[in-house]
Protein backbone atom coordinates (compact mmCIF):
# COMPACT_ATOMS: atom_id res chain seq x y z
CA UNK A 1 0.00 0.00 0.00
CA UNK A 2 1.11 3.74 -0.87
CA UNK A 3 2.21 5.35 2.51
CA UNK A 4 4.12 8.25 3.93
CA UNK A 5 5.39 8.11 7.55
CA UNK A 6 6.44 10.80 9.55
CA UNK A 7 8.20 9.01 12.56
CA UNK A 8 8.11 12.19 14.47
CA UNK A 9 4.91 13.81 15.72
CA UNK A 10 6.81 16.24 17.87
CA UNK A 11 10.62 17.75 17.39
CA UNK A 12 11.64 20.61 20.02
CA UNK A 13 14.99 22.25 19.05
CA UNK A 14 16.79 25.39 20.42
CA UNK A 15 17.22 28.28 18.20
CA UNK A 16 19.94 28.38 16.37
CA UNK A 17 20.68 24.51 16.05
CA UNK A 18 19.89 21.72 12.99
CA UNK A 19 17.21 20.34 12.18
CA UNK A 20 15.92 17.33 10.24
CA UNK A 21 12.40 16.37 9.52
CA UNK A 22 12.17 12.02 8.70
CA UNK A 23 9.75 11.21 5.85
CA UNK A 24 9.55 7.80 4.86
CA UNK A 25 7.58 7.04 2.07
CA UNK A 26 5.88 3.70 0.49
CA UNK A 27 5.35 3.62 -3.34
CA UNK A 28 5.23 0.91 -6.22
CA UNK A 29 7.43 3.34 -8.52
CA UNK A 30 9.54 6.90 -7.64
CA UNK A 31 7.00 9.29 -6.38
CA UNK A 32 7.31 13.25 -6.71
CA UNK A 33 7.86 13.79 -3.04
CA UNK A 34 6.81 17.54 -1.67
CA UNK A 35 7.67 19.40 1.41
CA UNK A 36 4.77 22.02 2.81
CA UNK A 37 4.80 24.22 6.11
CA UNK A 38 1.98 25.12 8.41
CA UNK A 39 1.37 27.81 10.93
CA UNK A 40 -1.44 27.60 13.00
CA UNK A 41 -4.71 28.37 11.79
CA UNK A 42 -3.07 28.75 8.27
CA UNK A 43 -3.10 26.84 5.12
CA UNK A 44 -0.05 24.77 4.01
CA UNK A 45 2.85 26.81 1.52
CA UNK A 46 5.14 24.33 -0.17
CA UNK A 47 8.81 24.36 0.66
CA UNK A 48 10.14 22.32 -1.65
CA UNK A 49 9.83 19.73 -4.19
CA UNK A 50 11.76 16.84 -6.20
CA UNK A 51 11.05 15.27 -9.67
CA UNK A 52 14.14 14.33 -10.90
CA UNK A 53 18.14 15.18 -11.20
CA UNK A 54 19.91 16.18 -8.56
CA UNK A 55 19.01 14.76 -5.12
CA UNK A 56 19.43 17.47 -2.82
CA UNK A 57 16.77 19.99 -3.57
CA UNK A 58 16.57 23.91 -1.88
CA UNK A 59 13.32 25.34 -1.07
CA UNK A 60 12.14 28.48 0.25
CA UNK A 61 13.14 29.97 3.71
CA UNK A 62 16.44 28.22 3.74
CA UNK A 63 15.65 24.70 4.36
CA UNK A 64 16.73 21.71 2.08
CA UNK A 65 15.58 17.92 1.43
CA UNK A 66 17.34 15.29 -0.02
CA UNK A 67 16.10 12.09 -1.89
CA UNK A 68 17.38 8.49 -1.10
CA UNK A 69 15.94 6.39 -3.53
CA UNK A 70 17.73 3.17 -1.33
CA UNK A 71 16.04 3.97 1.89
CA UNK A 72 12.68 5.48 0.56
CA UNK A 73 13.28 8.74 2.60
CA UNK A 74 12.99 12.65 1.50
CA UNK A 75 14.17 14.00 5.13
CA UNK A 76 13.99 18.28 5.29
CA UNK A 77 17.13 20.10 7.17
CA UNK A 78 17.46 22.78 8.19
CA UNK A 79 21.90 23.90 9.18
CA UNK A 80 20.35 27.08 11.61
CA UNK A 81 15.97 27.09 13.25
CA UNK A 82 14.98 30.46 14.22
CA UNK A 83 11.86 30.97 15.78
CA UNK A 84 9.58 32.15 13.11
CA UNK A 85 10.13 28.20 11.50
CA UNK A 86 7.81 26.80 14.95
CA UNK A 87 4.90 25.37 12.79
CA UNK A 88 3.87 21.78 11.64
CA UNK A 89 5.45 20.15 8.58
CA UNK A 90 4.16 17.79 6.31
CA UNK A 91 5.71 15.20 3.08
CA UNK A 92 3.55 14.42 0.92
CA UNK A 93 3.89 11.94 -2.08
CA UNK A 94 2.72 11.99 -5.64
CA UNK A 95 2.44 9.52 -8.68
CA UNK A 96 3.84 10.10 -12.27
CA UNK A 97 0.39 9.83 -13.85
CA UNK A 98 -2.43 10.92 -14.74
CA UNK A 99 -4.84 10.07 -11.83
CA UNK A 100 -2.46 12.19 -9.14
CA UNK A 101 -3.62 12.56 -5.87
CA UNK A 102 -1.18 13.37 -3.43
CA UNK A 103 -0.41 10.94 -0.33
CA UNK A 104 0.41 13.06 2.72
CA UNK A 105 1.94 12.24 6.18
CA UNK A 106 0.80 12.74 9.79
CA UNK A 107 3.03 16.00 9.94
CA UNK A 108 5.77 17.08 12.51
CA UNK A 109 5.33 19.48 14.62
CA UNK A 110 8.27 21.68 15.26
CA UNK A 111 8.97 23.06 18.78
CA UNK A 112 11.60 25.98 19.32
CA UNK A 113 13.10 26.50 22.27
CA UNK A 114 14.88 30.14 23.15
CA UNK B 1 -1.92 38.55 -6.51
CA UNK B 2 -3.85 35.52 -7.35
CA UNK B 3 -4.00 32.78 -4.79
CA UNK B 4 -7.49 30.92 -3.21
CA UNK B 5 -9.48 32.33 -0.88
CA UNK B 6 -11.77 30.01 1.61
CA UNK B 7 -14.86 32.08 3.59
CA UNK B 8 -15.85 31.88 6.59
CA UNK B 9 -12.25 31.54 8.43
CA UNK B 10 -15.03 30.35 10.89
CA UNK B 11 -18.24 28.90 11.22
CA UNK B 12 -20.17 27.31 13.63
CA UNK B 13 -23.09 24.79 12.99
CA UNK B 14 -26.06 23.65 15.14
CA UNK B 15 -26.52 20.35 15.42
CA UNK B 16 -28.70 18.97 12.33
CA UNK B 17 -27.83 21.91 10.16
CA UNK B 18 -26.20 22.20 6.80
CA UNK B 19 -23.38 24.60 5.96
CA UNK B 20 -21.42 25.75 2.93
CA UNK B 21 -17.67 26.59 2.71
CA UNK B 22 -16.79 28.84 0.11
CA UNK B 23 -13.83 27.86 -1.94
CA UNK B 24 -12.61 30.44 -4.38
CA UNK B 25 -9.36 30.63 -6.76
CA UNK B 26 -8.12 32.85 -9.41
CA UNK B 27 -5.25 31.37 -10.47
CA UNK B 28 -6.65 29.51 -13.11
CA UNK B 29 -5.92 26.35 -11.86
CA UNK B 30 -8.30 23.51 -13.21
CA UNK B 31 -7.84 21.13 -10.25
CA UNK B 32 -9.55 21.71 -6.76
CA UNK B 33 -9.51 19.92 -3.71
CA UNK B 34 -11.05 19.56 0.52
CA UNK B 35 -9.03 18.20 2.71
CA UNK B 36 -10.34 17.93 6.61
CA UNK B 37 -7.98 18.39 8.80
CA UNK B 38 -7.66 16.84 12.95
CA UNK B 39 -5.29 17.13 15.24
CA UNK B 40 -2.69 14.43 14.14
CA UNK B 41 -4.49 13.05 11.70
CA UNK B 42 -2.83 14.93 8.34
CA UNK B 43 -5.22 15.87 5.47
CA UNK B 44 -7.62 13.34 4.65
CA UNK B 45 -9.55 14.05 1.10
CA UNK B 46 -12.72 14.30 0.58
CA UNK B 47 -13.70 15.77 -2.67
CA UNK B 48 -11.65 16.56 -5.50
CA UNK B 49 -12.69 18.18 -9.02
CA UNK B 50 -10.24 18.41 -11.85
CA UNK B 51 -12.66 19.94 -14.83
CA UNK B 52 -15.79 22.00 -14.23
CA UNK B 53 -18.95 19.99 -13.99
CA UNK B 54 -17.18 16.85 -12.67
CA UNK B 55 -15.73 15.79 -9.32
CA UNK B 56 -15.27 12.70 -7.35
CA UNK B 57 -15.02 11.07 -4.11
CA UNK B 58 -12.07 10.71 -1.94
CA UNK B 59 -11.73 9.22 1.15
CA UNK B 60 -14.20 10.27 3.58
CA UNK B 61 -16.58 11.69 1.73
CA UNK B 62 -19.65 10.55 3.27
CA UNK B 63 -21.69 13.36 4.95
CA UNK B 64 -20.38 16.02 2.62
CA UNK B 65 -21.24 17.12 -1.16
CA UNK B 66 -19.50 19.84 -3.47
CA UNK B 67 -20.65 21.77 -6.86
CA UNK B 68 -18.03 22.70 -9.34
CA UNK B 69 -20.42 24.67 -11.57
CA UNK B 70 -17.56 27.45 -12.35
CA UNK B 71 -13.91 26.89 -12.85
CA UNK B 72 -12.85 29.50 -9.97
CA UNK B 73 -15.30 28.07 -7.50
CA UNK B 74 -16.01 24.66 -5.48
CA UNK B 75 -18.24 25.11 -2.62
CA UNK B 76 -18.60 21.87 0.26
CA UNK B 77 -21.34 21.40 2.08
CA UNK B 78 -21.24 19.96 5.44
CA UNK B 79 -24.38 18.27 5.44
CA UNK B 80 -26.28 16.81 8.75
CA UNK B 81 -25.66 13.55 7.99
CA UNK B 82 -21.91 14.11 8.92
CA UNK B 83 -21.70 12.95 12.60
CA UNK B 84 -18.68 14.65 13.40
CA UNK B 85 -18.13 17.43 11.20
CA UNK B 86 -16.09 19.67 13.67
CA UNK B 87 -12.65 20.18 12.12
CA UNK B 88 -10.12 22.60 10.00
CA UNK B 89 -11.11 22.53 6.48
CA UNK B 90 -8.59 23.10 3.84
CA UNK B 91 -8.97 23.86 0.31
CA UNK B 92 -6.61 23.51 -2.87
CA UNK B 93 -6.19 24.13 -6.55
CA UNK B 94 -3.22 22.61 -8.74
CA UNK B 95 -2.26 23.62 -12.50
CA UNK B 96 -3.10 20.81 -14.58
CA UNK B 97 -0.26 19.66 -17.37
CA UNK B 98 1.29 16.82 -15.16
CA UNK B 99 1.56 15.87 -11.47
CA UNK B 100 4.62 17.94 -10.73
CA UNK B 101 2.83 20.99 -9.78
CA UNK B 102 2.24 21.53 -6.33
CA UNK B 103 -0.93 22.11 -4.52
CA UNK B 104 -1.43 25.81 -3.78
CA UNK B 105 -3.73 26.25 -0.59
CA UNK B 106 -6.79 28.61 1.10
CA UNK B 107 -5.79 29.91 4.71
CA UNK B 108 -8.96 27.10 5.87
CA UNK B 109 -12.23 27.51 7.24
CA UNK B 110 -12.57 25.88 10.95
CA UNK B 111 -16.22 24.10 11.72
CA UNK B 112 -17.41 23.95 15.26
CA UNK B 113 -20.73 22.14 15.88
CA UNK B 114 -22.49 23.95 18.72
Known amino acids: AQSVTQPDIHITVSEGASLELRCNYSYGATPYLFWYVQSPGQGLQLLLKYFSGDTLVQGIKGFEAEFKRSQSSFNLRKPSVHWSDAAEYFC????????????WGAGTKLIIKP | DGGITQSPKYLFRKEGQNVTLSCEQNLNHDAMYWYRQDPGQGLRLIYYSQIVNDFQKGDIAEGYSVSREKKESFPLTVTSAQKNPTAFYLC?????????????FGSGTRLTVV
Open chain 2, 92 to 104: ASRKSGGPGYGYT
Open chain 1, 92 to 103: AVGPMDSNYQLI
